[in-house]
């Protein structure tokens, strides 16, 4: 049975990478695409559900079973209510803003690697070209603010503007002690070289940069406790206070997806992505006569289901940090950024070198 899904597998991939680069590359975008966007509609449930339980709450529970079909009545909702256009807003600019961020969030996922073959496009500069699709989601945020023509819409935009400058270099410093390590942009090499077991992954030699790292992606995503741009006591809604209907589900579809991606790049960077915390090696030899050893080899191999665990628990993270933590005042934040995590990433990263000269065992050998 194992041999026959095995053959009608790779005939499959003979048949499909005989088709047209156009229909080729549509066909991998939509594997990607859609379980992307389903993952942000449950992830909205998920987080209210945990919220709810960490809070003594039942949270969505009529929409079907256990509320399982609260994420589509949401959509529906918001897809049938009206678009309001402000009377003095910059329209073009207004209804731009929004297809900006949702674009820039989607687009960072063509060089995200899930194996070590299943990647869109396996540039050599693939961390780079990352981190200019996140600078790049300021833009859709700053035009927002400003074609609504409201002076809260505005300061929202501004401070989200402050707040990823700040956070942006504290996130560039800490990859740069990942590239100093891999040697190289491209995420799969990065994998490559935390092969072994869970302390040969980067967390343990770089554990300041990935702490700092993970802040500066909660602050990025304009998420707890570093959602001043959003803070409903001061400006009501923040940037995207003048939105309503598919305008603001946009926003909030970016907001979750840019959460997702920040959580797989944790993992792929500091956690080792798809490999396996186990060493197989180890192991010793053994023989495989049944399903169960079959599926239990499969389980403990490398591959995508390691990696969509890991971005699973960093996931967790940025909800469990909303029920948590209350939110920083606006110079906090600034003060925390600046004075704190971007000092921090520059010692470790000399610190990082000086390792890195005299070959510290047993990471830098």
């Known amino acids: 049975m194992f041999d ?24 991998l975008i939509s594997l990607i695409m859609v379980p992307l966007l389903v993952v942000v509609a449950y992830y909205t449930y998920a987080e209210r559900k945990i919220i709810a339980s960490m809070q003594g709450r ?92 409201s002076k809260y819409a505005l300061l929202g935009a501004m401070r989200s503007a402050s707040l990823i400058i700040a956070y942006e270099i504290a996130m560039g410093f800490s990859l740069v002690g990942v590239i100093m390590v891999s040697g190289s942009l491209n995420l799969g090499d990065i994998v490559s070289v935390q092969e072994g077991t869970i302390f040969n992954w980067l967390w343990l030699p770089l554990f300041p940069l990935f702490i ?94 390691w990696f969509i665990i890991k971005t699973f628990f960093f996931m967790f993270c940025f909800i469990w940090f909303r029920a948590t933590f209350p939110r920083y005042r606006y110079d906090q934040i600034m003060r925390l950024g600046w004075k704190i995590l971007i000092p921090i990433t520059l010692i470790w990263i000399f610190v990082e070198m000086l390792f890195i000269y005299y070959k510290v065992e047993p990471w830098f050998a």
Do not use: C
Request: charged share 10%; hydrophobic share 55%; proline share 4%.
């Open 4 to 27: 026959f899904i095995i053959n009608n597998l790779e005939i499959l991939s003979v048949y499909f990478n005989k088709l047209s680069v156009l229909p080729h590359t549509l066909i």
């Open 212 to 305: 700092i790292y993970f802040i500066a992606g909660v602050a990025e995503t304009n998420r707890a406790p570093f959602d001043v741009a959003e803070g409903e006591s001061e400006l009501v809604a923040g940037f995207h206070v003048e939105y309503s209907g598919m305008g603001f589900a946009v926003f909030f579809i970016a907001e979750y997806a840019n959460m997702i991606l920040i959580s797989a790049l944790t993992a792929l960077l500091f956690f080792g992505g798809w490999l396996s915390p186990f060493n197989i090696d180890s192991l010793g030899n053994f023989e495989i006569n049944d399903y169960l050893s079959y599926t239990l080899l499969f389980f403990i191999n490398d591959g995508i289901h």
């Open 58 to 149: 039942l949270g969505p529970n009529v929409v079907g079973p256990k509320g399982l079909l609260q994420p589509f009545a949401d959509g529906v909702k918001l897809f049938f209510k009206e678009i309001i256009i402000p009377a003095d807003s910059n329209k073009f600019l207004f209804l731009l803003a929004p297809v900006i961020t949702f674009t820039v969030a989607f687009a960072a996922w063509a060089v995200i690697p899930f194996d070590s073959v299943m990647v869109l496009s396996d540039i050599n500069a693939g961390l780079l070209y990352i981190l200019a699709m996140t600078s790049l989601g300021i833009y859709g945020i700053i035009i927002a603010g400003w074609a609504s023509n």
